[in-house]
């Protein structure tokens, strides 16, 4: 039986105001604490769980979890939502939290569609911050979601709502668990209380914020194969937190990161491992720091004006097929790998030359072969080649649209040419395929 509006607990303590969300674990409400004069949130538990052959040892876990969350909250946690107490009223066990005023996140995405990566980022950080703390005490959250992550006025992230961490699973008529997009399988099927789960939902919950799109559902990954699609297909997205949140959400719990700090040090991984090697001295750290943005049209001129630099060009802009021949060949892999990397092998010189290759391109210039490669790769369109302006600058783009053969020419005579089927071009194009020390 719920509470009635103005209803009194704790002979007057307490005055409900309003019921806030009813589910499968319990009841919530919002409440007037008389004595502080402060808004308080009061989680009840189900009054059916009294039934259940695991109700002692659910009391007790709820009661030891309320004990600890409410040490680790009075400990100067700022992200983690204080436990104010807890008490039996009825039959049901109550625990008392903080009402945090803000908004939380899932009601921010759908306000702004998507939340800039430095911005979101920044908030799963505060979020990772308190799940490390409440895991190292033996705690798993296990609802991680972006509508229990509050957004203060001042800022900062409290994460809400550690009711069904202690809770016995129980999936209702209404919402079963597997409808959650942030849940992995395995505590939909069986209720796993590791910290991997946490990891899963935390990830799932990054994906959201900065795509806008709910991730595959984890039953649907698990039992009908299909597919997580990479939030770089959806989004600009930077490689580091693609990773994170790819390997976060991997199906299997042994192949996600086992805690909080080895999940985190996947985010801040931005720029592990380049190579950024250059036998010419070049420094390649703004490519790279473009490229790792997902700020493709950048990263673009950029590999033009090293190149150009490299290979000397004239004042003009203009390189010459000897140009790319003599092109240094630590300098042409460092640009390939770099972005191959952080387009997670979609575009770079070495993809498309097997595109070429594949097509039956050769050294000697061929217009057909040169045309279908346009075809193939997105240069063109109803059998006109694109200009700058008109190419794709995200991950939905075809495979090995960039660079823009070299990345750039596009750019600088674009304005000359209305079709870039010259002669001159294709020289071009296929000297930087076939150059001298080939290694791509």
């Known amino acids: 039986m719920n509470w009635a ?18 589910d499968g674990f319990g009841v919530t409400y919002k409440a007037l604490h008389r004595h502080l004069h402060i808004p308080v949130i009061i989680k009840t538990t189900d009054q059916f769980f009294r039934y259940h052959p695991e109700y002692p040892q659910y009391l007790n876990r709820f009661t030891q979890e309320a004990q600890i969350l409410a040490q680790l909250s009075q400990d100067g946690h700022s992200h983690l939502v204080r436990i ?20 939380n996140l899932s009601a921010r995405v759908q306000q702004q569609n998507v939340l800039p990566e430095a911005e979101a980022v920044k908030y799963i950080e505060q979020v990772a911050q308190a799940l490390s703390v409440v895991h190292q005490a033996g705690i798993v959250h296990w609802n991680v979601i972006p509508e229990n992550m509050i957004l203060r006025p001042n800022g900062k992230i409290v994460l809400n709502d550690f009711a069904a961490s202690g809770k016995i699973v129980k999936a209702t008529a209404s919402k079963p668990l597997g409808s959650c997009p942030f ?7 069986d209720g796993n209380r590791q910290p991997t789960v946490d990891i899963y939902s935390l990830s799932g919950s990054l994906y959201y914020l900065l795509t806008g799109k709910l991730p595959t559902n984890s039953l649907a990954r698990k039992i ?67 490229l790792a943005a997902g700020k493709w049209q950048a990263a673009d001129r950029e590999t033009w004006q090293i190149m150009s630099a490299i290979a000397n060009a004239e004042t003009d802009g203009w390189l010459e097929a000897e140009n790319l021949h003599n092109f240094p060949c630590q300098d042409l892999y460092t640009i390939d790998q770099l972005w191959r990397k952080y387009s997670n092998k979609r575009f770079g010189f070495s993809v498309q030359k097997q595109i070429y290759q594949n097509l039956g391109g050769k050294l000697k ?43 750039g020419w596009v750019y600088l005579i674009g304005h000359l040419y209305n079709r870039l089927e010259t002669a001159a071009f294709m020289k071009l194009a296929i000297a930087l395929f076939y150059h001298k020390g080939d290694r791509l």
């Open 183 to 189: 849940a992995p399988y395995e505590k939909v099927i």
């Open 84 to 103: 104010l107490d807890l008490f039996v009223e009825a039959e049901h066990y109550c625990m008392v939290t903080e009402y945090v005023e803000g908004e």
């Open 5 to 22: 509006i103005a209803q009194q607990l704790q002979n007057g303590k307490f005055l409900i105001e309003a019921m806030v969300q009813q």
């Open 224 to 290: 009908n194969n299909e597919e997580l699609i990479s939030p770089q297909k959806l989004a600009s997205v930077s490689y580091a937190v693609n990773e994170a949140i790819v390997q976060g959400m991997a199906l299997e719990p042994k192949d996600r990161p086992q805690s909080i700090q080895e999940w985190l040090s996947l985010l801040t991984n931005t720029h592990a491992a380049d190579d950024l090697s250059s036998d010419r001295g070049i420094n390649y750290t703004t490519l790279r720091d473009l």
């Open 365 to 407: 210039c061929d217009r057909e072969i040169w045309a279908k490669f346009g075809d193939t790769v997105g240069w063109r369109e109803d059998e006109q080649w694109l200009t700058e302006n008109e190419l794709t600058y995200n991950l939905s783009a075809p495979s090995g649209h960039l660079p823009s053969i070299p990345s």
